[in-house]
Structure formats: C-alpha cells, structure tokens
C-alpha cells in the first residue's frame, strides 16, 4: 500500500524554468511534511518541510504549497539550475517516525 | 567530521553469507533508523531505535536483525543472504522520533551474488 504517491516520475526543465512536483497522500495522522534530495551515490539530504498548520512555506528557490483539505502538497523549484538536478522525494511523517516515503522524481535541468 | 557514517560502503556477497553493517551517528540524536533502497530508488523504513529501544519494526524477514549497542550506533545484520536483498541501504538518525529532520548516511551498496 503507498501511502504517498508523487509524480511525475521523471521532469526535465531547462536552466531557468520552474520544476514542479506533487504528491498525495492518505493518512490524516501525517503531521510533517518534508522535501527530501538526493545526488548519485549519496544519501537524501532534508531540502524544505512544512507542517499542516501553514499552506505555503518558501526557502530560497524552493516552495512548498499544501493543501490540507485534498492531502495534497508540492514542491516549486523557481529559476530551476542544472546543479539541482538529482532525485527529489516527498516524505510524510508522523510524531512516532514512521517516515513514509513517495517513489521519487528524477529531475533533469538542461543548461 | 561525518555526521552519520556507515560502513563498508560497497559490501559484494555470496548468497547465503551472513553480514553486517555498522552505523554511527555524532549528533546525539535519540533515534536512528535503517532504510532500504531499491533498484527503483524507492526507499522504504525497516527498523526504528528510540533511546536504543526498538519502536519501528516493519514486515522485514527476520534474516535482517539491528542491534542498536548505544545511543550513538545501529548495526544491521543480515543472515542467509539472498539475491533479492541486493540493495542500498540507508542508515539515518533524527533528535526526536518523529517530524523532525532525518540525517542520513551515505549509504552501503550490498550485492549478493
């Protein structure tokens, strides 16, 4: 049972493009919602999270938007640069840390 | 100085071998965890250690057994190895034992051949 799904799999934006990818998930006990990733050979690094108490959190380049309502939340990356290319997850959580993971979007920007 | 470490980093076995990978983490977090990634890169929770007790212990053949010695450390033990335990796998570590930032390593790449 996945529990989070993302899409798209995969997304290739050019140098200066916004990259954008979402993801659902089922359990309302999810509490904390973080953006994870992750370069060839290394491990996830956290990039931004965001609790259900807010619907927009930003951090640099990087946005958040959640939509409570529909259990839905994604990450914005503006003026997208070919150093971010890497695997990006969405993860939910709970206060007993079970972190469930989504299925990863491999983003590729060309310069 | 490596926040979360693990060792070895590429661990090449032969089916049903037994083996072990060791986890230490220098942030005086209370929680570590194992993960695994697949060949599709999806990663998935398979023990969680609170204050070195077990509180995560998801539908893992018990062929994978942690061992959590201290606060600081995770080993993972793996006996009868099989091909389809061919993996990435992640140790990671956080202050609390949920919503709160998971520090992880940089993973050890098991092959059983």
């Known amino acids: 049972q996945q529990q989070v799904k993302q899409s798209p799999q995969s997304l290739i934006v050019q140098k200066g493009g916004i990259s954008i990818i979402n993801c659902a998930y089922e359990?309302?006990?999810?509490?904390?919602f973080p953006w994870y990733q992750q370069f060839p050979g290394k491990g996830p690094a956290l990039l931004i999270a965001?609790?259900?108490?807010?619907s927009e959190k930003k951090e640099g380049r990087f946005t958040i938007s959640f939509n409570k309502s529909a259990k839905q939340f994604s990450l914005h990356i503006m003026d997208s640069q070919p150093g971010d290319s890497a695997t990006y997850f969405c993860?939910?959580?709970?206060?007993?840390?079970?972190?469930?993971f989504g299925q990863g979007t491999i983003l590729t920007v060309h310069p | 100085d490596t926040a979360v470490s693990q060792t070895p980093k590429y661990l090449v076995t032969q089916m049903g071998n037994d083996k072990s990978i060791k986890c230490e983490q220098n942030?005086?977090?209370?929680?570590m965890y194992w993960y695994k990634q697949d060949s599709k890169k999806f990663l998935k929770i398979m023990f969680s250690y609170n204050n070195k007790e077990l509180i995560i212990n998801e539908t893992v053949p018990n062929r994978f057994s942690p061992k959590s010695p201290d606060k600081a450390h995770l080993n993972l033990h793996i006996n009868s190895l099989e091909l389809g335990d061919s993996a990435v796998y992640f140790c990671?570590?956080?202050?609390?034992?949920?919503?709160?930032?998971?520090?992880f390593g940089q993973g050890t790449r098991l092959t059983v051949v």
């Open positions: 359990n309302t006990a999810f509490d904390y």
């Open positions: 965001i609790r259900p108490d807010v």
């Open positions: 942030l005086g977090h209370d929680t």
């Open positions: 993860a939910a959580d709970t206060s007993y840390g079970k972190l469930t």
């Open positions: 990671a570590s956080s202050q609390e034992k949920g919503g709160t930032e998971a520090f």
